[in-house]
């Protein structure tokens, strides 16, 4: 049966309704194949049929569910589009609605929903839906027999997640759970099965870490990855022992990782922060002005990586900012700064409560200062989304069009290494559409200042550092508190 077929089909016939899901799914391989983004629309919209002529409120419907929620989700990791995973979440929130307690797929539902919920907080930093994730991760885990084939990958996803709750939190008693669950993943899966290596590296601070590398190719798109995660394992290693062999070994690995990175893919502005964090903590050690200076060249080369998530970008430079100023070099230091400022907008979306704007504000600290960066949060939590409202309000067309820019700018790349290119590529162009559209709505009237309050109160912030001649190293005693 082909899609003209199933078009001509009439609706209400469960038959049908399978066939169109089974196209659905013969388009999403096909995809998964090709990488072809006609295929990923067709089968969203096959999927979307199979659910939309029936009834989903029987349980024949939670198969079909699920499929619409994995291909949707697909979806949303190859355009960026909020509305995609939005869909997935409420189809796999249905599936787990819908089925019994004692339904046998009701691990498989738990699972996905989960996960979904996970790329959310991923992409929004709302807390809620962590852990919510979190909740059904440990059910798809419970619901799931000792010896099932798919135990280990759900282990893994809970592991994941319980990482992300710890590096909220910074509670040690959520990295020693999260720790555990990964060693039972891992301790579930054979040693040549093709996703140890991916366990292993997801493995917390443990020398297992090792084989990850070991285990993947010299050539393989993947190994940079791993090297990076190796290398952010033996600092963890290394703050906690204070030997140096760790964070030597360390600093190799992440220069591996570096050099590994494509110079336009999106994932190295990670290993450049990386690198140039590492190198920093051992001129802490030792001194050597020389790390430090490499240090700060790392850190900026992250923030002038344009194909990176400007979140990331921005905690490159806001700790760049502190070295240079620590280097004396106040005017370049200043410079960065009211960079990093201008495109917070970008970041720091309207879309967060407001406990968490504040925790990925605090992410800035060191630009300029604390005390700034406060200004800064203030001035973005209130200005910032009453600037919007009203410009959605005055003049929607280019309202709308900012919101497209910002989101397809935050963008996440896919795991294939094509979606990477084309989501860099697209990066780019947006970046330079998204000047040009903050240039036009300045040249609307009554919004000749927009998003410049942030420069305003960086500006204002500055006048309260210290001015330092040449010869004197500056102080750069940051205030605390807003």
Known sequence: MDHQVAQQLQAGDDIIREHLAALAMHSYHKYTRSGNRQDIDEAAELARRSIDTGDVSVLSSLNRLKKL???????YERTGEMGNLEEAITAARQAVDLSAADHPARAVYFNNFGSMLHRRYQRTGEMENLEEAIGMAKQAVNTTSIDHPDRANRLNNLGNMLQSWFEWTGETDNLEEAIAVARQALDSTPVDHPDRAGYLS?????????????????????RATCLNNLGNKLQSRYERTGEMANLEEAIAVARQAVDLTPADHP????????????LESRFGRTGDSGDLEESSSCLYAAWSCETGIPFH???????????????????AAIQLGQAVLD??????????????????MTTFAGVAANVCACLACNCQLVDGKDDLSSLRSDYYQIACRYERLRTE???????????????????????????????????????????????????AALQTIPHVTTDQAPSCQFQHGC
């Open 409 to 459: 700018i935050n963008t996440t790349a896919g795991d294939r290494e094509q979606h990477r290119v084309e989501t860099a590529t697209r990066r780019r162009a947006a970046l330079a559409e998204l000047d040009n559209c903050i240039d036009d709505i300045r040249g609307c009237a009554g919004y000749e200042r927009f998003l410049l309050d942030q420069t305003y109160w960086m500006d």
């Open 343 to 360: 495109l917070l907008p970008v970041v720091n979306t309207q879309l967060l409560e407001r406990s968490d704007q504040q925790f990925v």
């Open 267 to 278: 994932d190295l502005v990670a290993c450049l922060n990386n690198l140039g964090t590492k």
């Open 202 to 222: 997801n493995l917390g601070n443990m020398l297992q870490s090792q084989q990850a590398v070991n285990t993947t190719p010299a050539d393989h798109p993947d």
């Open 69 to 75: 929620g994995i291909i949707l989700t697909t979806r």
């Open 313 to 331: 970008r921005v905690k490159a430079a806001a700790r760049c900012v502190a070295l240079l100023a620590g280097q004396s070099r106040i005017d």
